[in-house]
């Protein structure tokens, strides 16, 4: 299915982004949803994810700091990212595995957004 990623950008260090997530098309539902992120030179890595029962899993790196949250009414999730670092520089792909139909699954990513922490 379709994953519309938005909300990266530049911020200062310490700043504060929430990125969006929207999946659209033929969905009969979603199982878990999550945000990864890939920097310069390094492999892709799992940053935060939420499953259908809202269990939450986070990056050692990023607890404390991101929150993933999901409206399960608009197939969207979210990433709201807090006291960022330089280090959290990278593209940020959203992530969604469910059914389309009731025996078909789906495992599709979004586009990828840029966020860049610098001052």
């Known amino acids: 299915v379709p994953l519309q990623a938005s909300g990266g950008g530049l911020v200062q260090p310490g700043g504060s982004l929430r990125l969006s997530c929207a999946a659209s098309?033929?969905?009969?539902?979603?199982?878990?949803m999550g945000w990864y992120r890939q920097a310069p030179g390094k492999q892709r890595e799992l940053v935060a994810s939420?499953?259908?029962?809202?269990?939450?899993n986070y990056a050692d790196s990023v607890k404390g700091r991101f929150t993933i949250s999901r409206d399960n009414a608009k197939n969207t999730v979210y990433l709201q990212m807090d006291s960022l670092k330089p280090e959290d520089t990278a593209v940020y792909y959203c992530?969604?595995?469910?059914?389309?139909?009731?025996?078909?699954?789906?495992?599709?990513w979004g586009q990828g957004t840029l966020v860049t922490v610098s001052s």
């Open positions: 992530n969604a595995i469910g059914l389309s139909t009731m025996t078909t699954t789906f495992d599709d």
């Open positions: 098309g033929r969905i009969f539902s979603i199982n878990g």
């Open positions: 939420i499953a259908s029962g809202s269990i939450r």
